[in-house]
């Protein structure tokens, strides 16, 4: 995850015009209530029957995924193409990838025998994870250093978008928010010269690096940005008649910052990261990254919070998304499961909190809950995950317990690579297992747009009740035509432009004959 990658430009990602948004280009018949109450009753006559419930909720539009790491996201598959392609080889002992010329036991990887080509495909995923004599925790972590090489190839940055953009397209998702790192090697390079006093001055700390060419770096990513652009809108055809589906994908990115590194570190690239957000929109946010179990990232954490916290006073606009409670007991001692989330949430202001499966264990989780409630919080929830990485599944799993405590929640997918699913499986196992009825999945596909931190204001007045903003409350989401302050409102919000056209889809697809079949 150390290559540089960079975001598709604003404006690329409005692919989208009003008139494609109000259904010009695709008349709609206008869907109404009795359309949904008869996509219901076909949900709950077959949702028992799981290739038909996968391919309704392949169909079903999603809205987006904002929790999701690029170099997770892309299959083992697309790694070993890409080594393929590079000339790597493969050490045939340790199944690590390696630089040319490939002699014995090094194998070419455009040349390897079946068992070797099975075995890194096992060794790039969770796949057959029981197998490999680690827990799942650690073969899930496991796969990011082993895919490194490959990750940092110039241009693999490009394919691992289309890769991934592309699924998601398959699967009506129109935005992603992935989680990349870019600069980071010249954010280390610099951190290491910061005087790290025993008594952290955060103030100081900014200064010194504002003052040593922090904003160098933001210049040199957004050229970074820039160049990825070009790139990734050549490769996928974008604009053109042959574009490909990844190109209507809306694609966003939050600037991670590993929390295993030194105090000083972990700040420097904190502060970078909240001056790129500040700098440039196609990065719309900020996030901790890596176990959070891991010692240093134990030992650090509140200082960790303190550190987000202070930066998130300085620069409010900016949006914090944290990994917060990924953890459980056993996996660490008791007193580490007391306050994860707690913290994120009061102390750094976390917008969202990614996993959040430690909440039963807090000592103040009704006080979080209410907090997240209240302010809107959203609790990412990856469940494929944190059954793999933490042994939580089923009743264990705190789904219910958010939805019950009117906290929003939003599914995700977090690496679909490496767990080797995607959103709509996602979607099929929270159904499949907390008996989410249609209702509940497609608040859950509207929540992810309503709580993505696309630029704009909402389409919706009041969210909980449906009810969209004045100017459109007339209007109808794939009709022929739009009223011109709803036009005018929709193409001043991004935000609003995604939720308008995401209930045109849900109109289109539940207008479908399928769905009065049983």
């Known amino acids: 995850m150390n290559k540089n990658f960079s975001a ?58 904002l929790h999701s790491h690029l170099t997770g996201a892309a299959y083992a598959e697309t790694y070993l193409q890409l080594a393929a392609q590079a000339g790597l080889c493969v050490d045939g002992s340790s199944l690590k990838f390696t630089s040319p010329p490939c002699t014995a036991p090094q194998l070419p990887a455009n040349a390897l025998p079946g068992a070797v080509y099975s075995a890194m495909v096992n060794q790039l995923s969770t796949r057959n994870y ?47 928010e992935l989680m990349t790192t870019y600069q980071g090697e010249g954010i280390r390079k610099l951190a ?68 295993t590194s030194p105090p000083a570190q972990v700040f420097a690239q904190l502060a970078y990261a909240f001056e790129l957000a500040k700098t440039d929109p196609r990065v719309v946010g900020i996030n901790l990254v890596a176990p959070e179990d ?30 917060a409670g990924e953890l459980t007991l056993g996996l660490t001692p008791p007193e580490t499961l007391r306050h994860h989330i707690h913290d994120a949430v009061f102390v750094a202001k976390a917008k969202r909190i990614g996993h959040g499966v430690a909440i039963g264990f807090e000592d103040h989780a009704p006080r979080t809950l209410a907090e997240m409630r209240q302010r809107k919080v959203a609790a990412e929830i990856c469940l494929t ?6 042994g939580v599944s089923g009743e264990r799993h705190p789904l219910p317990d958010y939805l019950a405590a009117g906290v929003p929640v939003v599914l995700a997918s977090d690496d679909e690579g ?15 297992t907390y008996r989410l009825n249609y209702r509940q999945l497609k608040q859950l596909s509207r929540n992810s747009l309503e709580y993505s931190f696309l630029p704009g204001d909402s389409l919706w007045r009041n969210f909980n009740q ?15 035509s739009l009223s011109p302050r709803c036009a005018h409102a929709l193409g001043s919000s991004e935000k609003a432009q995604r939720q308008w056209q995401l209930e045109a889809a849900f109109r289109q697809f539940e207008r479908d004959p399928l769905w009065r079949k049983r």
């Open 466 to 480: 449906q009810q969209r903003i004045s100017v459109c409350h007339k209007d109808q989401p794939g009709s022929p």
């Open 418 to 432: 490496v767990s080797r699913i995607d959103l709509s499986h996602e979607y099929q196992r929270a159904a499949e």
């Open 294 to 323: 891991d010692p240093v990232a134990l030992r650090d954490y509140r200082l960790h919070m303190a550190m987000v916290g202070f930066l998130s006073a300085l620069m409010p606009e900016v949006n914090v998304a944290l990994h």
């Open 130 to 176: 029981p197998l490999s004599g680690k827990t799942g925790h650690d073969q899930f972590f496991a796969t990011f250093g082993h895919f490194r090489p490959v990750a940092n190839l110039p241009q693999a940055g490009v394919v691992l978008a289309a890769e991934v953009s592309n699924r998601a397209a398959s699967q009506n998702i129109q935005h992603l």
């Open 385 to 390: 995950s944190n059954d793999v990485i933490l």
């Open 192 to 259: 290491q010269t910061m005087p790290w006093p025993t008594t952290p001055d955060f103030a100081h700390s900014r200064q010194w690096l504002l003052e040593q060419g922090l904003t160098d770096l933001v210049d040199a990513a957004r050229k970074d940005m820039d160049q990825f652009d070009a790139s990734y809108r050549t490769a996928q055809a974008c604009g053109l008649p042959h574009a490909q589906p990844g190109c209507r994908v809306s694609v966003r990115w939050l600037q991670q910052t590993s929390r």
């Open 8 to 65: 598709l430009s604003a404006s690329s990602l409005l692919w989208v015009s009003l008139a494609v948004l109000g259904g010009l280009h695709t008349p709609l018949a206008q869907a109404t209530s009795t359309d949904t109450q008869q996509v219901a009753r076909w949900f709950n006559a077959n949702r028992q029957r799981p290739p038909l419930l996968r391919q309704f909720l392949q169909r079903m539009p999603k809205g987006a995924d």
